[in-house]
């Protein structure tokens, strides 16, 4: 690391601990040549996830688009907020633990639907119905008889 002072590359870390987001690493430094301390952060470098979408483009994972959709499920729904985002983590984590960087829209979707079964049934068949696309009354039946059984 070089001293942002000197510039020489003798530094070395002399304290070493998390820092106050539990994300990154807080380190003092001291410079060898002119004796300064300075403090860095290290943070692991993600590799973003990449979600293909239906008709095959390609974007960025992006969690408000999520939130966006089970929030909407859960309207006037007796869920607490922290419950929602608790479940909406649990989604998020089975996600970005799958080995690929790339992930179609229908895993996520499936995912999240499976946890919004055992949050609420009625969010579940409202998300559904938005997801699947329910094309008439027949098709919503046939998964309210699922969740019934």
Same mark, same amino acid.
Request: hydrophobic share 35%.
């Given at each position: 690391m070089?001293?942002?002072?000197?510039?020489?590359?003798?530094?070395r870390?002399?304290?070493?601990?998390?820092?106050?987001?539990?994300?990154?690493?807080?380190r003092?430094?001291?410079?060898? /040549?002119?004796?300064? +301390?300075?403090?860095t952060?290290?943070?692991?470098?993600? #590799?973003?996830? @990449? &979600?293909?979408? %239906?008709?095959?483009?390609?974007?960025?994972?992006?969690?408000?688009?999520?939130?966006?959709?089970v929030?909407?499920?859960?309207?006037?729904?007796?869920?607490?907020?922290l419950?929602?985002?608790?479940m909406?983590?649990?989604?998020?984590? /089975?996600?970005?633990? +799958?080995?690929?960087?790339?992930?179609?829209s229908?895993? #996520?979707?499936? @995912? &999240?639907?499976? %946890?919004?079964?055992?949050?609420?049934?009625?969010?579940?068949?409202?998300?559904a119905?938005?997801?699947?696309?329910?094309?008439?009354?027949?098709?919503?039946?046939?998964?309210?008889?699922?969740?019934?059984?």
């Amino acid at each position: 690391m070089k001293c942002p002072f000197c510039n020489q590359d003798n530094t070395r870390v002399v304290d070493s601990r998390p820092a106050d987001d539990n994300n990154s690493i807080r380190r003092r430094r001291l410079c060898d /040549e002119c004796g300064k +301390r300075f403090t860095t952060y290290e943070k692991v470098e993600t #590799i973003p996830l @990449i &979600v293909i979408k %239906k008709d095959q483009n390609r974007e960025q994972y992006d969690r408000s688009k999520i939130e966006a959709g089970v929030l909407r499920a859960c309207y006037k729904r007796p869920i607490p907020v922290l419950k929602i985002n608790e479940m909406i983590d649990a989604a998020e984590t /089975e996600v970005f633990n +799958r080995e690929d960087r790339e992930i179609e829209s229908t895993i #996520i979707g499936e @995912i &999240v639907m499976d %946890k919004l079964k055992e949050l609420d049934p009625v969010a579940y068949v409202r998300f559904a119905s938005v997801y699947r696309e329910f094309k008439d009354v027949n098709t919503f039946m046939d998964e309210l008889k699922k969740i019934l059984k």
